[in-house]
């Protein structure tokens, strides 16, 4: 927790990276796209259900930092900074009312071929079929219990989960406290606990 | 009851989030407590399994796709190219002042009348019908222009056009092309259009411009203030 208080924006290689795209380094952006892009397209689609949309969300999130070069100043990690930016953009993808994602949407997809949704399950190859079946359950009701709860845990939980984000880094994007996401976390947590029950019910602890 | 006072801490625990002798008193409790031990394991097996799902990996022209917005953005920004729509509208204007080809105006008088025609959506005035002074000349225009009160009976129509600055939206309309060219089969086309064959020259174009849902609205739009005529 101390070396997080003496961290300064300036210690982080990719705010050195953001920087020198604003000296005119291009290749230093498309270094940051490469580095972040599928996360942002990971994130966002975990947040809006469809690949899509998240890719063209992540599209916008990335022309964003690039209209923002001359104005940007280092005042946090830029993974924090883009991702606020790319919470920004779903929530307004959500609230703009255009998009829609039924549940069924995350149903098991073995009957639509190509779907996207297969990306979404664990490789189990090599793992009997009852198995495989059960990760295709987990990763379906996951999505569905990702999309009842509400946007500020959805998000808490996929940074600190997926990204490895600290609550520090999280109040960051959220415009929070540490202790609010703390709550945050939490509260996504019991509901995916609740909403997994008889599946953790079923494993030998 | 001291579980349910450890246990919304019990996933901050476990992200190693807890000031040390918070964690150390959760660590404690948990020594002694099979519930909140068994608790925290399911919290990890959540963790775990949200973990495990696979991270989304984008599709093959995602990459693409984004450099090739970027360079379209980059060239709109640095060169604010001249679209299709608002070329030939510069051209139309260039062509209405540049008055010494007189030939001209019969087919620009009769496209003027079509163009409010199409916008109003009912018959306007003819070239050939007496004129109201709706508008006054502009001073700019030369002397046999002046002439030709017909011509500027719908200045108003070409005016408000002047504040159309979504060309390229209505460019991209995608509209049904199979009437494109069938100009036989309109109904209340001025006949006085029919004779004359310059004025089919953009016909697609203000076909498109007719059908354009939001026209009205894109007519509200404030003038940008520039001149509309060009002397």
Redesign the interface.
């Given at each position: 927790m101390e070396q997080k208080e003496r961290f300064t924006p300036h210690d982080d290689p990719d705010v050195q990276l953001m920087l020198r795209f604003q000296q005119g380094e291009m290749e230093a952006f498309q270094q940051l796209f490469h580095k972040y892009s599928p996360s942002v397209v990971n994130f966002a689609f975990r947040f809006l259900g469809t690949q899509a949309r998240a890719e063209e969300i992540a599209q916008e999130v990335f022309l964003q930092v690039y209209r923002w070069q001359k104005r940007y100043e280092p005042k946090a990690k830029f993974s924090t900074w883009l991702f606020k930016i790319a919470h920004n953009h779903c929530l307004n993808e959500v609230r703009k009312g255009e998009y829609r994602v039924s549940l069924e949407s995350f149903d098991p997809p073995e009957d639509r071929e190509g779907d996207e949704r297969e990306r979404n399950l664990p490789d189990t190859t090599s793992a009997k079929g009852e198995d495989i079946l059960a990760a295709k359950e987990a990763a379906a009701r996951i999505q569905r219990i990702l999309h009842r709860i509400p946007e500020s845990q959805r998000t808490a939980l996929l940074l600190s989960r997926m990204e490895g984000m600290s609550y520090q880094e999280v109040a960051e994007v959220l415009g929070s406290t540490e202790k609010a996401v703390k709550s945050l976390v939490f509260r996504a947590t019991q509901s995916l606990k609740e909403g997994l029950r008889d599946m953790l019910d079923s494993y030998d602890l | 009851m001291i579980c349910e006072t450890i246990k919304?801490h019990?996933?901050?625990y476990r992200?190693g989030?807890l000031s040390e002798q918070d964690r150390s008193r959760v660590t404690a409790h948990l020594n002694a407590c099979p519930a909140c031990t068994?608790e925290e394991?399911?919290?990890g097996?959540?963790?775990e399994?949200?973990?495990?799902?696979?991270?989304?990996?984008?599709?093959p022209d995602?990459?693409a796709?984004?450099w090739h917005?970027?360079e379209q953005?980059g060239q709109s920004s640095q060169e604010q190219p001249e679209s299709r729509l608002a070329r030939w509208w510069r051209g139309l204007r260039e062509d209405l002042t540049s008055w010494q080809w007189t030939p001209a105006l019969a087919g620009a008088a009769s496209l003027l009348v079509f163009l409010s025609y199409m916008l109003t959506g009912r018959p306007t005035t003819t070239p050939t019908s007496p004129v109201q002074p709706a508008v006054q000349v502009v001073a700019a225009v030369p002397p046999p222009v002046a002439k030709e009160p017909g011509l500027f009976v719908n200045y108003n129509v070409l005016a408000e056009l002047d504040k159309l600055n979504h060309f390229d939206e209505i460019a991209a309309v995608q509209l049904p092309g199979a009437h494109d060219t069938e100009l036989a089969n309109e109904e209340n086309l001025p006949p006085e259009l029919l004779k004359d064959p310059s004025f089919f020259v953009h016909y697609p174009i203000l076909k498109k411009m007719e059908e354009l849902k939001d026209l009205e609205t894109v007519l509200d739009l404030p003038a940008k203030g520039d001149e509309h005529i060009r002397g």
């Amino acid at each position: 927790m101390e070396q997080k208080e003496r961290f300064t924006p300036h210690d982080d290689p990719d705010v050195q990276l953001m920087l020198r795209f604003q000296q005119g380094e291009m290749e230093a952006f498309q270094q940051l796209f490469h580095k972040y892009s599928p996360s942002v397209v990971n994130f966002a689609f975990r947040f809006l259900g469809t690949q899509a949309r998240a890719e063209e969300i992540a599209q916008e999130v990335f022309l964003q930092v690039y209209r923002w070069q001359k104005r940007y100043e280092p005042k946090a990690k830029f993974s924090t900074w883009l991702f606020k930016i790319a919470h920004n953009h779903c929530l307004n993808e959500v609230r703009k009312g255009e998009y829609r994602v039924s549940l069924e949407s995350f149903d098991p997809p073995e009957d639509r071929e190509g779907d996207e949704r297969e990306r979404n399950l664990p490789d189990t190859t090599s793992a009997k079929g009852e198995d495989i079946l059960a990760a295709k359950e987990a990763a379906a009701r996951i999505q569905r219990i990702l999309h009842r709860i509400p946007e500020s845990q959805r998000t808490a939980l996929l940074l600190s989960r997926m990204e490895g984000m600290s609550y520090q880094e999280v109040a960051e994007v959220l415009g929070s406290t540490e202790k609010a996401v703390k709550s945050l976390v939490f509260r996504a947590t019991q509901s995916l606990k609740e909403g997994l029950r008889d599946m953790l019910d079923s494993y030998d602890l | 009851m001291i579980c349910e006072t450890i246990k919304p801490h019990l996933v901050a625990y476990r992200d190693g989030e807890l000031s040390e002798q918070d964690r150390s008193r959760v660590t404690a409790h948990l020594n002694a407590c099979p519930a909140c031990t068994r608790e925290e394991k399911q919290l990890g097996r959540v963790e775990e399994m949200l973990i495990n799902l696979e991270r989304i990996t984008p599709s093959p022209d995602f990459a693409a796709t984004f450099w090739h917005r970027l360079e379209q953005e980059g060239q709109s920004s640095q060169e604010q190219p001249e679209s299709r729509l608002a070329r030939w509208w510069r051209g139309l204007r260039e062509d209405l002042t540049s008055w010494q080809w007189t030939p001209a105006l019969a087919g620009a008088a009769s496209l003027l009348v079509f163009l409010s025609y199409m916008l109003t959506g009912r018959p306007t005035t003819t070239p050939t019908s007496p004129v109201q002074p709706a508008v006054q000349v502009v001073a700019a225009v030369p002397p046999p222009v002046a002439k030709e009160p017909g011509l500027f009976v719908n200045y108003n129509v070409l005016a408000e056009l002047d504040k159309l600055n979504h060309f390229d939206e209505i460019a991209a309309v995608q509209l049904p092309g199979a009437h494109d060219t069938e100009l036989a089969n309109e109904e209340n086309l001025p006949p006085e259009l029919l004779k004359d064959p310059s004025f089919f020259v953009h016909y697609p174009i203000l076909k498109k411009m007719e059908e354009l849902k939001d026209l009205e609205t894109v007519l509200d739009l404030p003038a940008k203030g520039d001149e509309h005529i060009r002397g």
